[in-house]
């Protein structure tokens, strides 16, 4: 059987309950997190259904993919405070743009030219994201931005930079 048959006969014991009536998220919260099957957001924050928006992508880059969807989050559906949360032993820090290009052309026949968002210094990549949006005029809030580093072994998240200054 596929995974994804798999899965599909999982959804069908899931019962969304009051989150279902709610289109705003009862936390106004919007996470930016990677991709990797490692990371279960709504347990590791305890995130209930309806809470917060979650935004993935490789790496849980501040991508302009990621802040156009962060920018709809804030401006149509109300939420207040963006948690960026990258992790240790990602792949985009483990490997650099050249050599996932040459894989998937490798893989695919096929050139790719797209940067991936692959990072030397783990911190500065969670800074430069949380810097990035503090800084975008197409979001509304920019005063609760906040930046982490999700330690896998240690299962620990911890704080990168200051939290800005609680104006506003
Ligand atoms: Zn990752």
Redesign the pocket.
Known sequence: MDSIDQVLMNSRLHFLGMAARARETAMKLAVLT???ARIDVSRLLGLQPGDAHVIRN???RATDDAIRSIALSQAVLGTREVMVIH?TD???GRLTQSEIADRIRAATGHDFTDAVGCFGDPIQAIVDDVERLRGHSNLVFHDKIRGFMYDLLANSVTEVGSSPASSG
């Open positions: 990677c991709m990797d490789a790496g849980g992790h990602c792949a985009l």
